[in-house]
Nanobody, 113 residues
Framework: QVQFVESGGGLVQAGGSLRLSCAAS????????IGWYRQAPGRQRELVAL???????NYADSVKGRFTISRDNAKNTVYLQMDSLKPEDTAVYYC???????WGQGTQVTVSS
C-alpha cells in the first residue's frame, strides 16, 4: 500500500498563501482518487479536495475558488495550493488515497488574523 508524507505547512497571515506537498512512497499513476483532508481542533476530519487519475477535481464548498489540488504522476506527488487563507483554515492537513488508505502524520497550517 502506498504511504503518503505531507509537508509545506506553517504559519501565515490571513490572505496569504501556502503550497502543501504530499509525497508518495510508490507510484501514484494507477491510484484513482487522492484527497486532501483537514482536521481542526475539536472538529471532525473533513475532505477538502479530491483529484482523480485523469485530473478531475472536487472541492468542499468552504475552499472552492481558493484551493487548487493537482498531481504530478512523474514525481509521485500531490499538491494543494491554498490562497486567500482564512483563520478558519487552521488545521492539520493530511493526504490519503480515497476512499481507502492509511493516514500519515499530517502538516500543521495556522492562519493568523
Amino acid at each position: 500500500q502506498v504511504q503518503f508524507v505531507e509537508s509545506g505547512g506553517g504559519l501565515v497571515q490571513a490572505g496569504g498563501s501556502l503550497r502543501l506537498s504530499c509525497a508518495a512512497s510508490g507510484s501514484i499513476f494507477s491510484i484513482n482518487g487522492i484527497g486532501w483532508y483537514r482536521q481542526a481542533p475539536g472538529r471532525q476530519r473533513e475532505l477538502v479536495a479530491l483529484i482523480s487519475s485523469v485530473g478531475s477535481t472536487n472541492y468542499a464548498d468552504s475552499v472552492k475558488g481558493r484551493f487548487t489540488i493537482s498531481r504530478d504522476n512523474a514525481k509521485n506527488t500531490v499538491y494543494l495550493q491554498m490562497d486567500s487563507l482564512k483563520p478558519e483554515d487552521t488545521a492539520v492537513y493530511y493526504c490519503k488515497q480515497f476512499p481507502s488508505g492509511s493516514w500519515g502524520q499530517g502538516t500543521q497550517v495556522t492562519v493568523s488574523s
